[in-house]
């Protein structure tokens, strides 16, 4: 049974900070990680993809690493806005069976001005 | 394109009265997807389908709910009969390929379902 630990649940920063989200995960038997961004009352947005063959991806103010063989994920915000308070998701995806996408609980994130 | 559209986005029911939720994914999307969201289990991935196929209904938690996908632009999650503790936001979502690709899944909205 996979399962994936995001920490911290919550987290408070002034804008500007630079900041880093962590995601954990069981079984690295996966096919990709992706990170979502989800706001109050909305659906999820995809933020960054990464497969089991890459070690990370970048897109504007945000990176994300992975590290399959220690269970680990980070996304990393430079330069932390106001717009960047949100919920943030990340969800493996792994062959056959059972959870073939696991979600965690997520890291609810807010940039104070 | 205009994303992935759910309908209706907000229902609010009676305990044994029967709903059905509605997804139009991404012009294009071989793959759609539906799942649940509540405070206490997250998101839960509930079945998925490609190219209109079943393809792992797994997560569908109980004989209660069905889904279906009659064509490539239309599907529909059933509940009946509705249980108090369906009460969750229900997320459909599209992506070109399944699982094990290399493609981001885009969701819908959300449909947020109350079963008194």
């Known amino acids: 049974k996979q399962e994936v630990t995001q920490i911290p649940a919550a987290l408070s920063v002034p804008e500007g900070e630079n900041l880093v989200l962590n995601c954990s995960f069981t079984d690295s038997a996966i096919y990709n990680l992706q990170w979502f961004r989800q706001d109050p009352g909305k659906g999820l947005t995809s933020l960054l993809l990464i497969q089991s063959s890459q070690r990370e991806q970048t897109s504007g103010r945000l990176n994300a690493s992975l590290d399959k063989s220690s269970g680990r994920s980070t996304l990393y915000i430079a330069a932390s806005q106001p717009g960047d308070s949100a919920t943030y998701l990340c969800?493996?995806?792994?062959?056959?069976?059972?959870?073939?996408?696991?979600f965690g609980i997520g890291t609810k994130l807010q940039v104070i001005p | 394109d205009a994303g992935v559209i759910q309908s209706p986005r907000h229902e609010v029911t009676e305990m044994g009265q029967e709903v059905t939720l509605r997804c139009k994914p991404i012009?294009?999307?071989?793959?759609l997807f539906w799942y649940r969201q509540t405070m206490m289990r997250g998101l839960e991935l509930l079945i998925y389908?490609?190219?209109?196929?079943?393809?792992?209904d797994s997560g569908m938690p109980e004989d209660r709910f069905s889904a279906k996908m009659p064509n490539a632009s239309f599907s529909t999650l059933k509940i009946q009969p509705s249980e108090p503790r369906d009460s969750a936001v229900y997320f459909c979502?599209?992506?070109?390929?399944?699982?094990?690709?290399?493609?981001?899944?885009?969701f819908g909205p959300g449909t947020r379902l109350t079963v008194l």
């Open positions: 979502a599209s992506s070109i390929d399944g699982p094990s690709g290399g493609n981001e899944q885009f």
């Open positions: 969800a493996t995806f792994r062959p056959g069976g059972y959870q073939k996408v696991t």
């Open positions: 389908f490609n190219n209109n196929v079943p393809i792992d």
């Open positions: 012009s294009g999307h071989d793959y």
